[in-house]
């Protein structure tokens, strides 16, 4: 059984065409009678072609579209993971799945409840971790790496010549000598008698 809707906004045109026009598809065909619907809007405002040239059934309804609210991004709820999508006031994106939703409240609550945003949030909470003990070996390989070049760059033969004077006024200094002397002398003769075994 299939039914004939027909949308007309003159209601004698709509009698007339009923008792002149029958079904020719099936002679159980239904004719439904449509109340003609009065928008406050003109369509001009609404940026949609006149009520005559506009295809029958093509009308939207209206209906409420919830604005996606940046005091939601504090919510305990979705703190960490959603965030608004620039030029689309409606629509919300799921950082950890990176899939754009729509902006209610209800359905953003019910994507936590998702298992693939569930896997997700737990991959990105791994890296998250992963991430955080890897900046803090960073930044010690980056302390380390500073204090040696500080010591490579820094001339140390002032130093040096400033603390043989200072033994050298104290007479330290040849004793200190004639010790290291002994000492490369002994590890020559060493690898004298390794050489030669």
């Known amino acids: 059984m299939s039914s004939n809707i027909s949308l007309f906004s003159d209601q004698k045109h709509l009698a007339g065409e009923m008792e002149s026009e029958p079904d020719e598809e099936s002679q159980d065909a239904q004719v439904i009678n449509v109340i003609p619907v ?14 005559q040239t506009a295809a029958p059934g093509s009308a939207k309804g209206k209906y409420y579209k919830q604005t996606y609210r940046k005091a939601w991004e504090q919510m305990p709820d979705f703190k960490g993971w959603l965030r608004g999508v620039q ?38 909470n791994i890296r998250k971790s992963k991430s955080d003990n890897s900046d803090t070996q960073e930044e010690n390989k980056i302390k380390r790496y500073q204090i040696e070049n500080i010591r490579r760059k820094h001339n140390y033969l002032p130093l040096i010549v400033e603390i043989l004077k200072l033994l050298a006024k104290e007479g330290k200094l040849m004793p200190l000598y004639e010790k290291a002397k002994e000492r490369t002398l002994k590890k020559n003769k060493q690898k004298s008698k390794t050489s030669a075994t």
């Open 38 to 51: 009065h928008f406050d809007e003109t369509y001009e405002e609404l940026g949609e072609s006149s009520p």
């Open 87 to 124: 030029g689309e006031p409606t629509r919300a994106y799921c950082m950890y799945c990176e899939k754009t939703l729509h902006a209610h409240r209800l359905s953003l609550l019910k994507h936590t409840c998702t298992i693939r945003h569930q896997k997700a949030a737990q991959i990105h």
